[in-house]
Nanobody, 123 residues
Framework: QVQLVESGGGLVQAGGSLRLSCAAS????????MGWFRQAPGKEREFVAT????????YYTDSVKGRFTISRDNAKNTVYLQMNSLKPEDTAAYYC????????????????WGQGTQVTVSS
């Protein structure tokens, strides 16, 4: 069982930066691939980024490549999403998730989810 708690969301102007954190409980955090997803009002949840259990492999959706960076610190049971050059279209609730099956773009691959943190980017 893994419990996930996101933090770091907020209101930022376009072009600004935020760093999201996701703290995980449980001793097996390092065995899970982690992902970030987001959901804007009236839209489906979409994949943002994922990182392998070791941190050696990362993947991003095209719209955030070069602007967002996913990383993890297994000693701290935490995964991060550094978001730079934010755009109004990045506005959404951001969720972290844990997958026991490896990195995936596919939300059902993730067994555990946090409650989400809101990111609002003003123009």
């Amino acid at each position: 069982q893994v419990q996930l708690v996101e933090s770091g969301g907020g209101l930022v102007q376009a072009g600004g930066s935020l760093r999201l954190s996701c703290a995980a409980s449980g001793r097996t955090f390092s065995s899970y691939a982690m992902g970030w997803f987001r959901q804007a009002p009236g839209k489906e949840r979409e994949f943002v980024a994922t990182i392998s259990w070791s941190g050696g492999n990362t993947y991003y959706t095209d719209s955030v490549k070069g602007r967002f960076t996913i990383s993890r610190d297994n000693a701290k049971n935490t995964v991060y999403l550094q978001m730079n050059s934010l755009k109004p279209e990045d506005t959404a609730a951001y969720y972290c998730a844990a997958s026991g099956g490896g990195t995936s773009y596919y939300a059902p691959s993730y067994a555990y989810w946090g409650q989400g943190t809101q990111v609002t980017v003003s123009s």
